[in-house]
């Protein structure tokens, strides 16, 4: 007797997304497969409402944020800016919403506590994914798909939370998503030294060759300064906003840095070889560990 594969439990059945660029039309693109899950979405850009309209997987769209908000959702998936997020969230406080919320931003903190003050049933999220580009243009569903995911309960939103905590991570899991569930101080210290920090530190390298080198430097560099420098090609404003929400960490982690680059001078102007030898070598052991992950 043949055996069936039985459709997958879907943990909610409605789910609006806020946000159709690069992570929210992943996530959505994701998510299509599964049949059973009603998707609608939110954007302000014209030219990516006039897109998702194309889509027939999509059963609402709509680039008003109040018609957004009012729907009858099971989730609603914030995939804004981190400042736009809040505004959102803000929104729904006042509109009395009763759906579960979550979002995809790269700091925690602020968005938690807008969601608390706000009332709402609320558990953030993070998938660490993402392109130097931006936009539903470059969007893919395997950027999601097996992804590590992040889930930031907070116990300050109750009981209700466990409840929200285990249908996201059972949505995430049935993406073939790797979860790791921490609070939102520890998510935005560690985010904040390894993506927030690189991101500036990208920069401020591609800042010192165009400063140093003008344009015409780029005539001749090659894979290593391509590889070092390719997440400063972001679009500027989302880090900016990042920055300025996870400014404490970052603040203590730039020093941290600086202080690094100052021994690595003082090293290099006085000539310690075999020091420089040591303190290299400690440091390319530690990143060839990730390379065997």
């Known amino acids: 007797m043949p055996k069936f594969k039985l459709p997958p439990r879907l943990p909610f059945k409605s789910l609006g997304i806020a946000g159709l660029g690069l992570i929210g039309g992943s996530l959505a693109k994701a998510l299509m497969p599964f049949g059973g899950l ?30 957004f908000i009012s729907w009858p959702l099971e989730l609603a998936y914030l995939c804004l800016p981190v400042r736009r997020n809040i505004e959102l969230i803000e929104r729904m406080g006042a509109s009395g919403v009763s759906y579960s919320v979550t979002d995809s931003g790269s700091t925690k903190g602020p968005v938690t506590e807008a969601a608390l003050a706000a009332g709402l049933d609320f558990c953030g999220g993070h998938p660490i994914a993402g392109k130097e580009v931006a936009g539903f243009q470059y969007s893919s569903a395997d950027l999601i798909r097996g992804c590590l995911f992040v889930l930031t309960p907070d116990e300050r939103f109750g009981l209700k939370q466990t409840e ?21 101080k520890e998510h935005d210290r560690i985010y904040g030294l390894i993506s927030h920090l690189p991101y500036l530190t990208a920069s401020a390298l591609a800042g010192t060759a165009l400063s140093e080198g003008g344009e015409e430097i780029l005539e001749w560099v090659g894979t290593g300064f391509k590889d070092t420098t390719r997440v400063g090609a972001s679009p500027p404003a989302k880090w900016v906003e990042v920055a300025m929400e996870n400014s404490a960490n970052l603040t203590q982690f730039l020093s941290r840095l600086i202080e690094t680059l100052e021994r690595l001078k003082d090293i290099i102007a006085h000539g310690r070889s075999e020091e420089l030898s040591a303190l290299l070598d400690e440091i390319s052991a530690f990143r060839r560990k990730l390379a065997k992950e």
């Not at 609608?40 to 944020?65: C, G, H, L, M, W």
């Not at 929200?164 to 609070?183: A, D, F």
């Open 38 to 67: 009603e998707i609608s979405v939110f954007d302000a850009n014209p030219e990516t409402i006039k897109e998702a309209k194309k889509i027939r997987r999509i059963a609402k769209v709509t680039a008003d944020p109040d018609e």
């Open 164 to 184: 929200l905590l285990g249908r996201l991570k059972n949505l995430h899991e049935l993406l073939g998503c790797k979860i790791r569930i921490i609070s939102a």
